[in-house]
């Protein structure tokens, strides 16, 4: 039996907004936020996450490997399981 990689994308939320806010600074200390304030926006983050828009690119790279694999999907069976491909007409997976 083979043994695939698995890739995994892990974000960790609270380092996220640390690095898109301003650094502190001792010149500026007012312009941080706590860790407490942090953790609360992360909390807000968490809890209102659209994870949409991955689902939808992992659905429509599942279309193109199954084309470009030439696996058959006559009685397209594989759109039937793929709920987040986009509505729009006349998609090509090329």
Not at 16 to 28: N, S
Not at 57 to 65: E, G, P, T
Request: with cysteine; aromatic share 6%.
């Amino acid at each position: 039996m083979a043994v695939y990689n698995d890739y995994e994308i892990r974000i960790n939320i609270n380092q996220l907004i640390e690095k898109r806010i301003p650094c502190c600074d001792l010149l500026h200390p007012d312009h941080c936020l706590t860790e407490k304030q942090v953790a609360e926006i992360a909390h807000d983050i968490r809890m209102d996450i659209d994870l949409h828009h991955i689902y939808q690119q992992v659905d429509v790279h599942i279309m193109k490997y199954v084309e470009a694999a030439r696996i058959d999907n006559k009685e397209h069976w594989v759109e039937t399981k793929l709920t987040m491909l986009p509505d729009e007409e006349g998609i090509s997976f090329d």
